[in-house]
Every structure is written in structure tokens, then in C-alpha cells.
T-cell receptor, first 120, second 116 residues
Framework: GAVVSQHPSRVICKSGTSVKIECRSL??????MFWYRQFPKQSLMLMAT?????????EQGVEKDKFLINHASLTLSTLTVTSAHPEDSSFYIC????????????????FGPGTRLTVT | AQKVTQAQTEISVVEKEDVTLDCVYE???????LFWYKQPPSGELVFLIR??????QNEISGRYSWNFQKSTSSFNFTITASQVVDSAVYFC?????????????FGTGTRLQVTL
């Protein structure tokens, strides 16, 4: 149980175009999903916290208009990188918390396999 | 503010050696959770352990063991008899008890290279 998928796993796009990345919780409901970015050989940096049915909360320094996050259902959150530039090339990882599995697992996040974005 | 420090950037060992990965954390919260994750070359994060701040009991799982010491704010990870498959980047992470937020703060990671 507690599987999170991401699509696509890899994407190459041209500078100036937009790219959408999907994050799905496959076998559980997630009111909260998190989006991270990881540059090569660096740590994961939280970009935003996505709550179902409400606006995402962005971390300091993350441009809201550039990284659009939508969490329309309890199993799907999307991250759209708008007008992508080469410096946006990175590994994007989402995670989700299990709404129903309270108690011991309340604070556990389940991670997706990541999406590698390359902007040319 | 929360902070996780993994001072070891890279460690290289020969197979069958024991290796300890250090993790030091900072938080003002009295209730918090500590995690270790493994990130193999494929990129996917693999959950290894979660420990809450009230449980200082050390844990062993096969070749893996964890030493949690609140007095020194450390949560170190030891791999006994390392294997080539253990080669990966290991991240220590901290999450405070902030209700629904539960944001994870990651350390910078330790790259472990196990050679034959």
C-alpha cells in the first residue's frame, strides 16, 4: 500500500514552453501533497505544500506564478512549470500523506519516483 | 527554524566494512520526527526509518541500526557488513509536530560508495 506515482518520469522541453507533472496517490487519499526540487548532487528542497481544494503554500523564494500547483482531488496534484528555462532543469519529487491512516503513520510522507525535467 | 546537518559529504568503504553516517539536527519543537531515506541512482527515495522524539530506544533492522541521542541531537545510522547494493545517497530528515503541515527538512545527504 501507500504508493505514489509521478508522470512523466522524464521530460525534455524547449525553453519558453510549459510542462505539467502529475502526482497521484494510487491506493490512499491524500489531503496534503508536497513538491520538492532536487538539483544534481544536492538535497531535496521543499517548494510548496499542496492542500486539496485550496491554494498551495509556497516556500520562500519559490515563484508562485512560475510553478503552478493544483490539487483538485484527494488523489491528484499537478505541478506546472510555466515558461520553462534551462535553470529550471531539475529532479522534481512529490510526496503525499495518508489522510486515513492516522496514529503511527500520521507524519509519514510517501514519495513518488520523481520526474527529471530537462529544458533545452 | 529546523536544520539537519550531515557533515559527511561522501564516504567510501570496502565491502563488509561497517560504516556510520552522522546526522545532527536542530529544532525548538519538543515533539518531532526523524527519518532516514536512501536514494539509489534511480532517484526514488526509499524510506528506512522514522523515530519520534519521545522514543530514544535504538533500533536494529538487519544490517541497519540507528542510534538516537537527544542529549547530543544526533540520529546516526550504521550499516554493518556493507554491501555494494548499499551504495546510494542517504538523507536524514526532520519533521516537527505541526499538525497537518509536517514539512520535512532534509540534510544535504551523504553519498556512500561501497566497493569490492
Amino acid at each position: 500500500g501507500a504508493v505514489v506515482s509521478q508522470h512523466p518520469s522524464r521530460v525534455i522541453c524547449k525553453s519558453g514552453t510549459s510542462v505539467k507533472i502529475e502526482c497521484r496517490s494510487l491506493d490512499f487519499q491524500a489531503t496534503t501533497m508536497f513538491w520538492y526540487r532536487q538539483f544534481p548532487k544536492q538535497s531535496l528542497m521543499l517548494m510548496a505544500t499542496s492542500n486539496e481544494g485550496s491554494k498551495a503554500t509556497y516556500e520562500q523564494g519559490v515563484e508562485k506564478d512560475k510553478f503552478l500547483i493544483n490539487h483538485a482531488s484527494l488523489t491528484l496534484s499537478t505541478l506546472t512549470v510555466t515558461s520553462a528555462h534551462p535553470e529550471d532543469s531539475s529532479f522534481y519529487i512529490c510526496s503525499a500523506r495518508d489522510l486515513l491512516n492516522l496514529g503511527v503513520k500520521t507524519y509519514e510522507q510517501y514519495f513518488g519516483p520523481g520526474t527529471r525535467l530537462t529544458v533545452t | 527554524a529546523q536544520k539537519v546537518t550531515q557533515a559527511q559529504t561522501e564516504i567510501s568503504v570496502v565491502e563488509k566494512e561497517d560504516v556510520t553516517l552522522d546526522c545532527v539536527y536542530e529544532t525548538r519543537d519538543t515533539t518531532y520526527y526523524l527519518f532516514w531515506y536512501k536514494q539509489p541512482p534511480s532517484g526514488e527515495l526509499v524510506f528506512l526509518i522514522r523515530r519520534n522524539s519521545f522514543d530514544e530506544q535504538n533500533e536494529i533492522s538487519g544490517r541497519y541500526s540507528w542510534n538516537f541521542q537527544k542529549s547530543t541531537s544526533s540520529f546516526n545510522f550504521t550499516i554493518t557488513a556493507s554491501q555494494v547494493v548499499d551504495s546510494a545517497v542517504y538523507f536524514c530528515a526532520l519533521s516537527a509536530d505541526t499538525g497537518t503541515a509536517s514539512k520535512l527538512t532534509f540534510g544535504t545527504g551523504t553519498r556512500l560508495q561501497v566497493t569490492l
